[in-house]
T-cell receptor, first 116, second 114 residues
Framework: AQSVTQLDSQVPVFEEAPVELRCNYS??????LFWYVQYPNQGLQLLLK??????LVKSINGFEAEFNKSQTSFHLRKPSVHISDTAEYFC??????????????FGAGTRLFVKA | GAVVSQHPSRVICKSGTSVKIECRSL??????MFWYRQFPKQSLMLMAT?????????EQGVEKDKFLINHASLTLSTLTVTSAHPEDSSFYIC??????????FGPGTRLTVT
């Protein structure tokens, strides 16, 4: 991937409201798409991923993301957020995996702040 | 999920000295590991890709003689910052590549060079 753009650096939202974190990428080859979450004072954790198949992927805690090839986007959504969802969310795009190597580019991150 | 540890979590060293950071995959074998640098309020910047038993592949602009990477076993990769300077102060993160292209991240190491 040549670049990954997360359009919002911060997203404040009230508890139980829906949220969308946007991610767009540019690449000339097939890619794998990921969302990672970093909770305060913790390392990054995989939230969900798209490798192939169904373009809508879901996490165990209610998040979902949809791969849109024509718009080169992989936006993350949740219909109703919790206080505990407050964290930094990183969109990541990987390509390669063959003899040419494997590389991942991360977006700048979006800080989701859920207010009571 | 798979667990990756990093040691130390924080280190303070004097300018000119060297510091070694260890990255271990605790419950799986990691053929490929990555080293990143994260600046405050910024994203992760890939420094190098570490493959077990071979030389690391460094990203453009990363000095391989300054940031020495060794991946001698399937569970351990080390990053040594040689002759550290204050501008090397940063948050260093390692990850291990999983079987379906996901990465498992260590908790990071905060390096402060005085």
């Amino acid at each position: 991937a040549q670049s990954v753009t997360q359009l919002d650096s911060q997203v404040p939202v009230f508890e139980e409201a829906p949220v969308e974190l946007r991610c767009n990428y540019s690449s000339s080859v097939s890619v794998y798409l990921f969302w990672y979450v970093q909770y305060p004072n913790q390392g990054l954790q995989l939230l969900l991923k798209y490798l192939s198949g169904s373009t809508l992927v879901k996490s165990i805690n209610g998040f979902e993301a949809e791969f849109n090839k024509s718009q080169t986007s992989f936006h993350l959504r949740k219909p109703s957020v919790h206080i505990s969802d407050t964290a930094e969310y990183f969109c990541a795009v990987s390509e390669g995996g063959g003899t040419g190597g494997f590389k991942t580019i991360f977006g700048a991150g979006t800080r989701l702040f859920v207010k009571a | 999920g798979a667990v990756v540890s990093q040691h130390p979590s924080r280190v303070i060293c004097k300018s000119g000295t060297s510091v070694k950071i260890e990255c271990r995959s605790l419950d799986f074998q990691a053929t490929t590991m990555f080293w990143y640098r994260q600046f405050p309020k910024q994203s992760l910047m890939l420094m190098a890709t570490s493959n077990e038993g071979s030389k690391a592949t460094y990203e453009q602009g990363v000095e391989k003689d300054k940031f020495l990477i060794n991946h001698a076993s399937l569970t351990l990769s080390t990053l040594t910052v040689t002759s550290a300077h204050p501008e090397d102060s940063s948050f260093y993160i390692c990850s291990a590549l999983g079987q379906t292209y996901e990465q498992y991240f260590g908790p990071g190491t905060r390096l402060t060079v005085t």
